[in-house]
């Protein structure tokens, strides 16, 4: 069974640093991209950005070029999303996802999401 | 940038049926893909290449797309179907490789 597990939730400061993680399993991790997905409270869905594990080939939506490091450690499955300097704006849920195929297509497996709260 | 405009919201009574637009330039050339989204949930797939449907999606979704603008159709809506609705499409340059639509609220009344 394919599964995205998120880390948990977190509250940070404002300038902050943070690294959350989505960890697969039940597929080949390396030949599958996963992508990155912002919800702001009550807002709507943003692609943040996209890699793929097999060669850490990364792209990032324009939005979040800079703002944002996506990376992943295919040794333990491991996709990873980063901050150096957490803003209140960056307060949001996050998924990762699985796109069936691409960079580009459908996701067809979504992590549980991941809460990042940044208030001082 | 590149954008995938919606409509805020569609209203339907149980029974009717429920048509979501989705407009970009790029439509005619790149597929799009619509997901719904209940509250606390992750998004689902529910139409995938403008018109195909999951294993798994009842028969009432239906997707299609005519010049540049995708539709979602959901007949004979039932109130398990309110619920947000989002689009994803890219642009044809490759710069905004994956972009959502900003969502349309659907409500059963």
């Known amino acids: 069974e394919v599964q995205l597990v998120q880390s948990g939730a977190e509250v940070k400061k404002p300038g902050e640093s943070l690294k959350i993680s989505c960890k697969g399993s039940?597929?080949?991790?390396?030949?599958?991209?996963i992508g990155w997905v912002r919800q702001m409270p009550g807002k709507g869905l943003e692609w943040m950005g996209i890699?793929?594990?097999?060669?850490?080939?990364?792209r990032y939506s324009p939005s979040f070029q800079g703002q944002v490091t996506i990376s992943a450690d295919k040794s333990i499955s491991t996709a990873y999303l980063q901050w150096s300097s957490l803003k209140a704006s960056d307060t949001a849920m996050y998924y990762c996802?699985?796109?069936?195929?691409?960079?580009?297509?459908?996701?067809?497996?979504w992590g549980q999401g991941t809460l990042v709260t940044v208030s001082s | 940038s590149y954008e995938l405009t919606q409509p805020p919201s569609v209203s339907v009574s149980p029974g009717q049926t429920a048509r979501i637009t989705c407009s970009g330039d790029?439509?005619?050339?790149?597929?799009a893909y619509w997901y719904q989204q209940k509250p606390g949930q992750a998004p689902v797939v529910v139409i995938y290449?403008?018109?195909e449907r999951p294993s798994g999606i009842p028969e009432r979704f239906s997707g299609s797309s005519s010049g540049t603008t995708v539709t979602l159709t959901i007949s004979g809506v039932q109130a398990e179907d309110e619920a947000d609705y989002y689009c994803?499409?890219?642009?044809?340059?490759?710069?905004?490789?994956?972009?959502f639509g900003g969502g349309t609220k659907l409500t059963v009344l």
């Open positions: 996802a699985r796109p069936v195929y691409g960079d580009y297509a459908h996701f067809d497996y």
């Open positions: 039940g597929y080949s991790f390396t030949s599958y991209w």
């Open positions: 890699i793929y594990p097999g060669d850490s080939d990364t």
């Open positions: 790029a439509l005619p050339k790149q597929y």
């Open positions: 290449k403008d018109s």
């Open positions: 994803q499409s890219g642009d044809i340059s490759g710069t905004y490789r994956v972009v």
